[in-house]
């Protein structure tokens, strides 16, 4: 089973509002990081959270984890079209050097 | 930036035939990855490799196999395809060690069709 699990599977919002993405995951992670991919793409890193941080900023995002809950919400601020895309986590467990992905959320940014 | 080269976009093969799917980065790193991703089950690691001639196997090996006589290239292998291996297949590379906050960058995937 994996690791992270993404909520919602699918989110469609019209652009300027902002987007929250939740994932969820199983064991102590080492680090939670956020990819992106475009359709038929390969993904691309986002934004990197250490286990011993709280909230992470990067231009229009901010992540959050809490270690307790063994959760992570990544918000993306005044959504635009090209931010259409699906969202991924990740978590690196600290054994065997390897990262283990969720199933991913849809986002769909209208205009 | 780093690049990362997955040799094909689109390939369509026939069930037993030997496929080989390669992969190149040009940024010297260390570790490097085999993913397949399909609908509703996200991304799963099939192999990876820390360095030269070295491997280890992922969540989903079976029916893969890998090569890695250079650094910068990392060779996934179907030794006799079959039709549930039709999947988009991506390769990533990092620095050596997750834990040292390396980000996985990933190439643009292979569609392998199997009919």
């Known amino acids: 089973s994996q690791q992270g699990e993404e909520d919602p599977q699918a989110l469609s919002i019209q652009e300027g509002e902002n987007a929250t993405m939740n994932c969820s995951y199983k064991?102590?992670?080492?680090?939670l990081q956020w990819y992106r991919q475009n359709s038929g793409r390969g993904l691309v890193h986002l934004i990197l959270?250490?286990?011993?941080?709280r909230e992470k900023h990067s231009g229009r995002l901010r992540v959050t984890l809490d270690t307790s809950k063994k959760s992570s919400s990544l918000l993306i601020t005044a959504s635009r079209a090209a931010d259409t895309a699906s969202y991924f986590c990740?978590?690196?467990?600290?054994?065997?050097?390897?990262?283990?992905f969720g199933t991913g959320t849809q986002l769909k940014v209208e205009l | 930036d780093v690049k990362v080269t997955q040799s094909s976009r689109y390939l369509v093969k026939r069930t037993g035939e030997k496929v080989f799917l390669e992969c190149v980065q040009d940024?010297?790193?260390?570790?490097m990855f085999w993913y397949r991703q399909d609908p509703g089950l996200g991304l799963r690691l099939i192999y990876f490799?820390?360095?030269?001639?070295?491997?280890e196997k992922g969540d989903i090996p079976e029916g893969y196999s890998v090569s890695r006589e250079k650094k910068e290239r990392f060779s996934l292998i179907l030794e006799s395809a079959s039709t549930n291996q039709t999947s988009m297949y991506l390769c990533?590379?990092?620095?050596?060690?997750?834990?040292?906050?390396?980000?996985?960058?990933f190439g643009n995937g292979t569609r392998l069709t199997v009919t």
């Open positions: 990533a590379s990092s620095l050596i060690g997750q834990a040292l906050n390396s980000p996985l960058h």
């Open positions: 990740a978590t690196f467990t600290g054994g065997g050097n390897k990262l283990t």
């Open positions: 064991t102590s992670i080492n680090n």
């Open positions: 940024m010297d790193h260390e570790n």
């Open positions: 490799s820390y360095d030269v001639k070295m491997k």
């Open positions: 959270i250490r286990s011993n941080e």
